[in-house]
């Protein structure tokens, strides 16, 4: 069976698409810490990677977060449709706890961060998300919403079928 891990990158090692997003979260943040969701479009980050976007809202010491967007390439991918439901509820269990984990660190630094996805299988270690994870704040300093993109280098439905694979995950 495969493992799954999540380690950290460096934003600046970010490219294609979501290097993209983040340029576009750093224009509309200016010289606040981050923008708000009223000014976040979905419609202006590329089309590609909305399908495998989501956004949660985050409610003040909320231990779960609800999916107010569950993108259609997730839907597929996890083979369920989460928007209106909490992020807890993402399909492996212990995948949706992870995600959960990874929005509290988020609601802790308040910036941007990014995580590799990869999969140990017998053969080598792939590279198979990339995941950026971005605050948003109605105040400009407490993060109201988070907007997760999640980019597949091999393809969403080698992802799937990795996912239906699943025996573990671990890491932040």
């Not at 409610?59 to 839907?75: Q, Y």
């Amino acid at each position: 069976m495969s493992e799954i891990k999540f380690l950290p990158i460096a934003l600046d090692e970010l490219d294609g698409d979501v290097a993209a997003v983040l340029s576009y979260w750093r224009e509309l943040t200016g010289a606040r810490e981050m923008p708000s969701w009223s000014e976040f479009d979905l419609l202006k980050i590329p089309l590609t990677i909305v399908k495998t976007t989501h956004v949660v809202d985050i409610e003040p010491n909320a231990t779960d977060f609800k999916l107010r967007f569950w993108g259609t390439g997730s839907a597929d991918i996890h083979d369920q449709e989460l928007t209106g439901k909490y992020l807890s509820e993402l399909q492996p269990r212990e995948l949706g706890a992870l995600a959960v984990e990874h929005v509290k660190k988020l609601l802790q630094v308040r910036q941007p961060i990014a995580v590799t996805t990869t999969l140990k299988s017998r053969e080598k270690p792939e590279k198979f998300q990339v995941i950026l994870r971005l605050p948003l704040s109605n105040t400009g300093t407490t993060v109201d919403h988070a907007v997760t993109i999640t980019e597949f280098p091999l393809g969403r439905f080698a992802s799937r079928d990795t996912l239906e694979k699943y025996d573990g995950a671990s890491g932040l």
